[in-house]
């Protein structure tokens, strides 16, 4: 069984799109994450969510917004696309506590147009 | 501020040798430390972190990392390099100052020759 999985795996579209990712863990953890990876691979921490709070990296764009319809799922909107929006998205989720590994999806590879 | 370093874009070791893979940080207080593995086209996977006691931890696929505290580094090693080692390779720390997210090292691709 896949412990974290992404859908879908690839995803192109046109600037100004509205789209959505969904993540969902099957691992029974209390937190989950969205990181995005760029070109040249840096990572960097979109959002951190658990069933008490909701962190959000202060450089991320209003556009994106996470939705949790429940503690295995962490879907990623993301409103009027833009070129620079193109990455790999990798969804994470480990459990509570700060000595916890995270655990990640096999990423979606977001392309704009 | 919290940092976390990864001095060398690229490591090329011959199949067979001993590899190291460096990694520094700047944290206040007790570091937490990680390091994870991504292959081609693949998510992230966790190899091992340190967080108490012995220096040196033991993780997957067998590699090891030696924590030093004085140098404040945690070098990620193997005694005997694989072709299938190669992949690019992150060292991380818990930031304690933001809700103890990860601080993630900019990566470094490990590439091992037959």
């Known amino acids: 069984d896949t412990a974290v999985s992404q859908t879908p795996k690839y995803l192109v579209t046109q600037m100004g799109n509205d789209k959505s990712i969904k993540c969902e863990q099957n691992?029974?953890?209390?937190?989950m994450y969205w990181y995005k990876q760029d070109s040249k691979k840096f990572l960097k921490i979109m959002f951190s969510y658990n069933n008490k709070e909701l962190i959000i990296n202060e450089t991320v764009p209003n556009r994106f917004s996470p939705k949790s319809p429940d503690k295995a799922h962490l879907n990623l909107h993301i409103n009027s696309l833009e070129l620079g929006d193109s990455a790999v998205y990798f969804c994470a989720s480990s459990q509570a506590g700060q000595v916890a590994e995270q655990y990640f999806g096999p990423g979606t590879r977001l392309t704009v147009t | 501020a919290q940092s976390v370093a990864q001095p060398e874009d690229q490591v090329n070791v011959a199949e067979g040798n001993p590899l190291t893979v460096k990694c520094t940080y700047s944290v206040s207080g007790n570091p937490y430390l990680f390091w994870y593995v991504q292959y081609p086209n693949r998510g992230l996977q966790f190899l091992l972190k340190?967080?108490?006691?012995d220096n040196l931890v033991k993780g997957s696929y067998g590699f090891e990392a030696e924590f030093n505290k004085s140098q404040t580094s945690f070098h990620l090693k193997k005694p005997s390099a694989l072709v299938s080692d190669s992949a690019l390779y992150f060292c991380a720390v818990r930031n304690l100052d933001s809700n103890y997210q990860l601080i993630w090292g900019a990566g470094t691709k490990l590439i091992i020759k037959p």
């Open positions: 691992l029974g953890h209390d937190t």
């Open positions: 340190y967080i108490t006691g």
